[in-house]
């Protein structure tokens, strides 16, 4: 079973950093393909970053690129989104996911690839 719960989420100045956190409380996180995604208001859910399941591939969207790091802790069954240079576009609810697929870079991107989905976590960022 797979419940993700995300947390790190928060209010923050342009320029700050912010770190997520995604916690599986089923089977270990090494087991999925996991993703992080966002949506502001009145957008589409769009791709921010994913992992592969052998940590060999990490895929970032253009946006966010050379300021968002993704990583997962196996031991702590957690995966986690550093972002830093943080700026007001940046501002969304971010949700974690989890997929059990091939994980190459198309299928990453793809929010329809993946089966799990945490609630959320809201990110602000003020200019």
């Known amino acids: 079973q797979v419940q993700l719960v995300e947390s790190g989420g928060g209010l923050v100045q342009a320029g700050g950093s912010l770190r997520l956190s995604c916690t599986n409380s089923?089977?270990?996180?090494?087991?999925?393909?996991m993703g992080w995604f966002r949506q502001a208001p009145g957008k589409e859910r769009e791709f921010v970053a994913a992992?592969?399941?052998?940590?060999?591939?990490?895929y970032y969207a253009d946006s966010v690129k050379g300021r968002f790091t993704i990583s997962r802790d196996s031991a702590k069954n957690t995966v986690y989104l550093q972002m830093n240079s943080l700026i007001p576009e940046d501002t969304a609810l971010y949700y974690c996911?989890?997929?059990?697929?091939?994980?190459?870079?198309?299928?990453?991107?793809?929010?329809?690839?993946?089966?799990?989905w945490g609630q959320g976590t809201q990110v602000t960022i003020s200019s």
């Open positions: 089923g089977r270990s996180v090494m087991n999925y393909v």
């Open positions: 992992i592969s399941r052998s940590d060999v591939n990490r």
């Open positions: 996911a989890a997929g059990s697929f091939l994980g190459t870079a198309a299928s990453a991107k793809n929010p329809n690839s993946y089966g799990y």
